[in-house]
């Protein structure tokens, strides 16, 4: 199955199938398990889909800085990196639904406490809650799906999942935008609510437990601790050098970061049962996927966000106008993917790996040119070209990528192969948000001090409008500005996140590429191949 990102969230979601008909299951809880497996995904779906269109919003109404929207987002997926192979293995020794029921219940609350939250620290110590619910609930819905629906029954099963949930993730933006448009940005996360709650009272009622019974093994608890530890320092190091330069805590958190990691990979060498098996990327073709999986997501994760900040910050779109500028790129995803795993299938991966990224990159590289425009009337013209370029690029990719990965390691891997790629692809992301996030202000307040040097204001003045930069797109002209300087301060911070966000793309047009790079160096058909047909 093909697990492609959304845009603008890093959620992996799995594409239809040829097998996407209605699904005639045989038994009436195999129908309750596909119901209740659906909504949980939905409500993961459209709460991180409709995140990034809401934030232009959400920054506004909590008066966020930059680096506070970066730790909203990394919050969930640190947690959700270090954690979402544990929750698998957790489903397998405990009991799938057990599991996967907590999980829901857990996100549930999460979900609550985030539409409540009435700061920026509460929304990101509940987005940890989230993120906690979101490691046990996730692996849930194909393992439950998997272990107890007929075999015969279980591709067509998988093809109704990967429909609908694709359906609803094309949703996610268009009900973000709307919600926000109408000043009701919360109600992302309280939509989680009921659907959550109708998932619960489907599993308790209707579905029985499985578990697999041979599973004695011990979690691996200290690797999740240090991946986490060491994911949250670098995320504090990056964000803090735009406010205090390289400092000790700066230096101390990076240094941490860096020693965990260090850590985390010693603990899982040593380890009898790592959560993390190293001796799979002694396999070319899977380390190739899996740093072709770092550099793309990194890329796009970083380029998608800050397009959309662009579009409703700087370029006059709505909310919802904003979250309508990716149905494209989701339609091509919907459309083009099945064939490119088709000719994967027939010929090998790897043309379609060096060729995808490439287009990808290309696709973000074009839209790192746009300028100012006059608003949604120039889309045609100005981000449409793009957004296709980008779009058939990751099509073409992600079907592809997974075949890369599963095919590249032996039947009795693939789970654990599937996850580690899983898990990999939100790392890149928490890197790219932490990074991208300190480069963003850092350009931003560069290109501001050149866009106000031709503007005759008293040095304090200047202080406070470069000390505004934090925000990035949401800076306000401080109240100390007159009001005959005060139209040009607001041009200025337009140039200056517009350049902010030129750079931005082009380096996430080079992750891209540098992903091509890495199927050139690293992807054989042959090793896909021969695991295929072992």
Request: glycine letters at 10%; aromatic letters at 10%.
């Amino acid at each position: 199955m093909s697990k492609p990102l959304y845009p603008t969230f890093v959620l992996h979601i799995h594409l239809p199938t040829k097998h996407m008909a209605t699904v005639a299951l045989k038994s009436t809880e195999g129908k309750w398990i596909m119901a209740s497996t659906i909504l949980a995904s939905a409500m993961a779906f459209i709460d991180g889909t409709a995140l990034n269109v809401v934030l232009p919003a959400l920054q506004q109404s909590l008066n966020a800085s930059g680096a506070d929207l970066f730790w909203i987002l990394n919050a969930y997926l640190l947690i959700l990196a270090a954690l979402i192979l544990i929750g698998g293995s957790l489903g397998d020794r405990l009991g799938r639904k057990k599991i996967f029921m907590i999980g829901i219940a857990i996100f549930i609350v999460g979900s609550a406490a985030c539409g409540l939250a009435p700061g920026v620290t509460f929304l990101i110590i509940f987005r940890i809650i989230q993120g906690v619910g979101g490691a046990l609930m996730i692996p849930g819905s194909l393992s439950l799906i998997s272990s107890s629906i007929n075999p015969k029954e279980r591709g067509k099963a998988i093809g109704t999942w990967s429909a609908v949930t694709t359906v609803v993730t094309m949703g996610g933006p268009i009900l973000g935008g709307a919600l926000a448009d109408a000043g009701l940005w919360r109600y992302i996360f309280f939509i989680n609510i009921p659907i959550g709650v109708a998932a619960l009272i489907f599993l308790a009622l209707k579905v029985k437990e499985s578990r697999d019974e041979d599973n004695n093994q011990p979690l691996d608890f200290p690797g999740a601790i240090t991946i986490a530890l060491g994911l949250a320092a670098l995320t504090f190091g990056f964000l803090r050098i735009p406010a205090t330069g390289f400092n000790w805590q700066v230096d101390a958190a990076l240094g941490i970061g860096v020693a965990m990691l260090v850590a985390f990979i010693i603990i899982e060498k040593k380890s009898k049962h790592p959560m993390m098996p190293l001796q799979l990327f002694s396999n070319l073709t899977f380390s190739g996927a899996n740093l072709l999986s770092f550099f793309l997501y990194a890329g796009l994760g970083a380029g998608m966000l800050f397009l959309s900040l662009n579009l409703v910050q700087v370029q006059g779109y709505s909310q919802l106008q904003s979250g309508l500028t990716f149905l494209p790129f989701t339609i091509m995803m919907i459309t083009i993917a099945r064939f490119a795993g088709a000719l994967a299938d027939k010929h090998g991966p790897r043309l379609l790996l060096i060729v995808g990224p490439a287009m990808a990159g290309a696709g973000l590289l074009i839209l790192s040119f746009v300028k100012q425009t006059n608003g949604p009337g120039d889309y045609w013209t100005s981000f449409l070209p793009g957004v296709i370029v980008f779009g058939l690029g990751m099509s073409f990719t992600v079907a592809p990528l997974t075949a890369s990965v599963m095919g590249s390691v032996d039947d009795h891997f693939s789970g654990t192969a599937s996850g580690v790629n899983n898990a990999i692809t939100r790392i890149a992301n928490v890197f790219a948000n932490a990074i991208f996030g300190a480069l963003a202000v850092l350009f931003f307040t560069g290109a501001l001090q050149n866009e106000i040097n031709g503007i005759p204001l008293k040095a304090k003045e200047k202080q406070e409008i470069i000390a505004a930069g934090k925000n990035l797109g949401n800076a306000e002209v401080p109240e100390s500005v007159s009001a005959n300087d005060k139209k040009r301060v607001e041009q200025a911070y337009h140039q200056g996140f517009i350049s902010a966000y030129a750079k931005i793309m082009r380096i996430s047009a080079g992750l891209g590429f540098m992903g091509a790079l890495m199927s050139v160096i690293f992807i054989r058909n042959k090793a896909v191949k021969k695991r295929k047909a072992a």
